[in-house]
């Protein structure tokens, strides 16, 4: 295989069989012709990261584009649904807000609608307009404990509800697995002990398994994990980190049983070094606590966890650690990297997945032959890297705009240097609340706003603009649309008694 050959690609290598291989197999083997062979290696031997339970909503899309039965899915990976994360003791100590997936309001005359709804609360008059939140659909429901699934129908409310999921990891690579299997994927079990190159050009021509067997392909997708056995080890990409502005580098994770409510949201807890997950399966609770170990030991950090439990450990605490960034490139040669080989950004905004599925979806859209073409491989570099950095922006975020002075990770995070797009992004907003979604970028202005004000993020001014809009009409409008989001949110089913309606999943061992 080099670079200056021709035709059509006709073998598919994926190495590893984690999250991101299972997807990338799925996609794949559903959208090449039967002719191209998708063959996937993996280790049982080194199993996968086995985290990764909380998603956001652009995996309804993927789940589309696989052809999968939601219902199905939602049973099979003990699934449970998510309107966004609650954030507990981010901007001080005390405070708790929600980030909701979803829009806030509508926009009036060309008006962004918080500009409207600052303009209320600055003034302070009559009714005081309540938070922002209560505008958004996702949030009101998440706060209720409710979900129904959205309508079509635009002028209907529930048509603004926007959801994902929390499942088990194990259980949806297994899914993924039988999915693309039917689709023709080949599963290929053992330990990759050496990649062999083209002398002449440096692709990459085969994998060698240690037990002597030889994998050959022409695209190889690098889903090995943070190993990042081909792109890392083999290619040499180097490693970009970005440890300064996100100092986190260690989790513990352990599931627990199941107490209380069925909560349709993700719970992030900020704690001294770092901030604990809660996310809310049917069969058990998944809960974890990522920390830096500048600032906490491991034992610190696991004690912190398990005395914020609010079930019984099903496990021993299991750690993980990690560098946030990503390689400086994540397609070179014949090889892209998707998943953990070629980058992470810690878990706080579950952007792991949709970093996988943004991969994946990239490659098909610039799928190659055989020549490799240098200019599309360009082009899907630009797009990824940006997406990354674009994320790694918004959840600098989450960690800069505090007040909380209790430890020195959060005076780190507190006076840090910011990347000077994020410092931009933050200075207009700091004026009159301006905000702008770059092409591509992952997070909505209504995403950054929830942030933003519900960590304590007070813009001096607002749209000028607004002006315009004649403060009684605005609002009316205001408690018009509050009273017609909560009227629908509390007409929903709970969230558990949507499951049990729907997908509720057969009782599984626990252990
Ligand atoms: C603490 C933590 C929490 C997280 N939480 C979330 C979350 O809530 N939401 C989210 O979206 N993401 C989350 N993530 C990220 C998520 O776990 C990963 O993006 C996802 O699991 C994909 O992992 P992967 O498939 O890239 O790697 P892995 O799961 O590590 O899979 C690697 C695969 O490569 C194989 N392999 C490696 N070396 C060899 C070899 N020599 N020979 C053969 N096979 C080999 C392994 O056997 C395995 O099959 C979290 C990550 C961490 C660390």
Redesign the pocket.
């Known amino acids: 295989m080099t670079g200056a050959a021709t035709g059509p690609i006709r073998k598919v290598v994926i ?7 299972w997807m990338t197999a799925a996609a794949l083997s559903r959208a090449v012709s039967a002719d191209v062979s998708v063959t996937l ?4 031997e ?10 956001i909503p652009s995996l309804l899309d993927f789940n589309r584009i696989i052809g999968i039965d939601e219902d199905a899915f939602v049973r099979a990976t003990q699934a449970t649904f998510k309107l966004g994360i609650r954030f507990r003791d981010w901007g001080r100590i005390g405070d708790d807000y929600l980030h909701p997936f979803g829009t806030h309001g509508r926009d009036v005359a060309g008006v962004s609608f918080h500009q409207l709804w600052l303009r209320a609360a600055a003034r302070g008059e009559t009714a005081t307009p309540g938070p922002i939140g209560d505008y958004c659909l996702s949030h009101v429901a998440a706060r209720l404990g409710r979900f129904n699934r959205p309508v079509a129908d635009p002028s209907a409310v529930l048509s603004t509800l926007s959801y994902a999921f929390h499942f088990d ?1 194990g259980l949806y690579a297994a899914y993924l697995r039988t999915l693309s299997k039917a689709a023709g994927a080949t599963r290929v079990e ?4 050496g990649v062999v190159r083209n002398a002449e050009t440096g692709f990459i021509d085969a994998v060698t398994l240690a037990d002597g067997r030889r994998v050959d392909g022409e695209l190889f997708v690098d ?5 990042s ?1 081909l792109l890392g080890d083999a290619l040499g990409v180097p490693f970009t980190s970005w440890q300064h502005w996100l100092p986190c580098d260690r ?1 513990w ?1 352990v599931p627990s049983t199941r107490q209380g409510p069925l909560t349709p949201y993700t719970r992030a807890t900020a704690d001294r070094a770092g901030w604990r ?1 809660r ?1 809310p399966l049917q069969h058990r609770v998944g809960n ?1 606590h ?1 920390y830096s170990s500048a600032y906490s030991d491991d034992d610190t950090a696991v004690r912190a966890l398990l005395d914020g439990l609010e079930g019984t450990p099903l496990a021993e605490p299991r750690q ?1 650690r ?1 560098v946030a960034g990503r390689r400086e490139r994540l397609w070179e040669k014949n090889c892209v990297a ?4 070629g980058g ?1 950004l ?2 706080l905004e ?5 970093l ?1 599925q943004s991969g994946i979806t990239r490659l098909l859209s610039l799928f190659p032959d055989r020549s490799f073409n240098p200019v599309e491989i360009a082009e899907y570099n630009r797009l990824l890297l940006r997406e990354y950095d674009q994320v790694r922006d918004f959840i600098i975020l989450h960690y800069h705009a505090t007040t909380r002075s209790d430890s020195p990770f959060w005076d780190h995070c507190r006076t840090m240097t910011l990347p000077a797009s994020l410092a931009d992004k933050l200075a207009l907003w700091a004026g009159n609340a301006r905000l702008f979604r770059e092409a591509g970028e992952l997070f909505t202005p209504d995403s950054w706003i929830a942030v933003l004000l519900g960590q304590g993020q007070r813009p001096t001014g607002c749209d000028p603009l607004v002006a315009a809009l004649p403060v009684g009409e605005a609002a009316a409008f205001l408690a018009h649309l509050r009273d017609v989001i909560g009227r629908t949110a509390a007409a929903m089913p709970t969230h558990e008694t949507f499951i049990a309606q729907h997908c509720a999943a057969p009782a599984l061992q626990t252990a």
């Not at 190495?15 to 291989?21: L, N, P, Q, S």
């Not at 290696?41 to 049982?44: A, D, F, K, N, T």
């Not at 080194?46 to 998603?55: K, L, P």
């Not at 998707?338 to 080989?341: N, W």
Request: proline share 2%; charged share 10%.
């Open positions: 190495v590893g069989g984690g999250t991101a291989g290696v993996e280790s049982e080194i199993g996968t990261v086995g985290v990764g339970e909380a998603t990891a053992g330990r990759i002990a889903c090995s994990g943070f190993r056995l989790a994770a997950w996310i974890g990522v993980l990690f998707i998943g953990l080989a992470f810690e878990p579950s952007t792991s997945i949709h996988i």
